[in-house]
Nanobody, 128 residues
Framework: QLPLVESGGGLVQPGGSLRLSCTTS????????VGWFRQAAGKEREGVSC???????????YYADSAKGRFTISRDNAKNSVYLEMNSLKPEDTATYFCAAHLSSSYCSAYVRGYDYWGQGTQVTVSS
């Protein structure tokens, strides 16, 4: 059983919105850098966004160019969750979205190798 659980995916029309959630019962996410990644059919997994842990001095949030201005990452420590709010969705956003976590007090990473724990993924399909 993977330690992280994603939810919130689904089928949405172009221009629509979805909010993805990532949570775990195994540890406190607030001490972990958390990243959102996506993998479209036949393509490599790519970083979409990440947020640094509360112990990070940087308070960094990262967005891939494809996500800037449309996606927002956030935490709710009381709910031990990290969210990815996705607006103005496009067909090219169609993919399986994964969240990942890494115990760290440094910058969050936009790369797969920067994370130790993963979820099973949630499918996002943008289509009319």
């Amino acid at each position: 059983q993977l330690p992280l659980v994603e939810s919130g995916g689904g089928l949405v029309q172009p221009g629509g919105s979805l909010r993805l959630s990532c949570t775990t019962s195994g540890f406190s996410l607030e001490y972990y850098n958390v990243g959102w990644f996506r993998q479209a059919a036949g393509k490599e997994r790519e970083g979409v966004s990440c947020i640094s842990s509360i112990t990070s001095v940087s308070g960094r949030e990262y967005y891939a160019d494809s996500a800037k201005g449309r996606f927002t990452i956030s935490r709710d420590n009381a709910k031990n969750s990290v969210y990815l709010e996705m607006n103005s969705l496009k067909p090219e956003d169609t993919a399986t979205y994964f969240c990942a976590a890494h115990l760290s007090s440094s910058y969050c990473s936009a790369y797969v190798r920067g994370y130790d724990y993963w979820g099973q993924g949630t499918q996002v399909t943008v289509s009319s």
